[in-house]
């Protein structure tokens, strides 16, 4: 959420396209790249990734920790996941639009990436994001996707779809430190982990 992960890639000399969407961060990070001189190498996006597009959902407000808002969808039941808001005339932070993930393949192809690491911390919501994002995975090398995992493991349904998503690409569920994790015992999975695709040996 200040662009940690940003920055450090593209201090590596790598392309990073980062999706945030609260304004507050956007503007952070936009600082901080450009104080490093870095904006030829970092693509940054102001919205949510979530599984419809053009939607308007809040966020809500974490006084202790300022990188845990969540979408306000993310603890509703399953019937109430089409609620939306209308736009506010306040530029309210707490008020965010929404894209998926296959949105921004156009852009990756414009920059000529064939592959990426993604790194995907977005407070409950990984499954919504994933719900559109076949694409990315099919047109992309992905090797390692690191995640967490805190917030999304309450919800059993969205377990299992990030769970089938992964394996039917034949990826395996490792801790960060790269020990393989028990498929069949995912109430000692960590709070955060890395999805690794076939025989990669490290993450």
Known sequence: N???????AAALGRLVLAIECFAPNVDRIHRAVQ???????????????????GQYLRLSYDEDNIGGQELDIVKKPTN?????YNQSKDNDPYLVKTITLNELVPILHARGVRGAIIKMDIEGSESFALESGSQIFDLFDIPVVQMEWLKVR???DRV?????FFTKRN???KTCQCQPLDIKNIQVWPNDLCWTKGNISCC
């Open 2 to 8: 200040i662009g940690t992960y940003t920055m450090y």
């Open 35 to 53: 104080l490093e001189n870095i904006s030829n190498r970092v693509v940054l996006i102001q919205n949510a990734l979530y599984s419809h597009s």
């Open 80 to 84: 109430n996941q089409n609620t939306t």
């Open 154 to 156: 309450s919800f059993p």
């Open 160 to 164: 299992k779809f990030l769970i089938d």
């Open 171 to 173: 990826y395996v569920p």
